[in-house]
């Protein structure tokens, strides 16, 4: 049971990617593929941290691949804000 758990939340993961990736070819403007992608790649590398989680060895592994989930899910979020500004720049000159 638990293994097909972690297919079924692996493969959601790679879906939202794969939709993230989609949102950044199919929308018009930096502000919406931005949306589109940082919403979308931080819920799919949950679901695949979450079907990852219980074919870890021991507490500690689990616990250093949530920090890094929780690492990247703020450097996501800096990396995002720093594009909008510098387009938001770009389209008040």
Known sequence: MI???QILLISFGVFFY???TLGILRF???FTRLHALTKAD???LGLVMLGVLPSL???PAALKVVLCWLLIL???A???YLIAKRAAEDQAS
């Open 57 to 59: 060895p021991s507490i």
């Open 78 to 80: 800096v990396a995002t």
């Open 42 to 44: 931080n819920l799919g």
């Open 74 to 76: 703020a450097s996501s």
């Open 28 to 30: 018009p403007d930096v």
């Open 18 to 20: 794969l939709i993230g």
């Open 3 to 5: 293994e097909w758990m």
